[in-house]
């Protein structure tokens, strides 16, 4: 097998239909770019934010840009996104590091820190909270929240 070896373009490639998931092949496959706050390309800040759609029809492409028409674009989430890829692949820059690597301000760091820990308190409330003592004092940070 030779697949992994001579691929010519590292571009991220998604096979299925966003939307109903069926597998596409390449033939009638539809794509096209939608803003989306929350998409943070791997390693290419130029395209943060703009999504490439994939989908197994026009009618199904049309949908998805709808969802995503429908979503607000909040800069926060992307900055946040911007420091969250910066700091996985480079664990310890301090906050001028942080900021050359992003290409953020100091101002737009703070701002996307106060965004992400308001939305982890939001996502927390309305969980409920009544599964079980969880004292919650002492680890604010937690990554993973997908
Ligand atoms: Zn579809």
Not at 53 to 80: I, M, T
Not at 81 to 96: N, S, T
Request: glycine share 10%.
């Amino acid at each position: 097998m030779h697949d992994n070896s001579g691929e010519p373009t590292a571009t991220p490639r998604p096979r299925v239909c966003e939307l109903c998931g069926t597998a596409i092949n390449r033939t009638s496959q539809v794509s096209g770019r939608v803003r989306d706050s929350s998409w943070i390309h791997p390693y290419d800040s130029e395209q943060d934010g703009d999504r490439l759609l994939a989908a197994c029809s026009p009618g199904h492409l049309d949908q998805l840009r709808q969802r995503y028409r429908r979503r607000p674009f909040v800069k926060e989430e992307l900055w946040a996104g911007k420091i969250d890829r910066a700091l996985r692949a480079q664990p310890d820059l301090d906050e001028e590091e942080l900021a050359d690597v992003t290409g953020l301000n100091f101002i737009q760091i703070e701002h996307a820190l106060t965004w992400e820990s308001e939305r982890f308190l939001e996502e927390r409330a309305a969980r409920g909270g009544h599964e079980g003592p969880d004292g919650g004092s002492g680890r604010r940070n937690t990554q993973g929240l997908n």
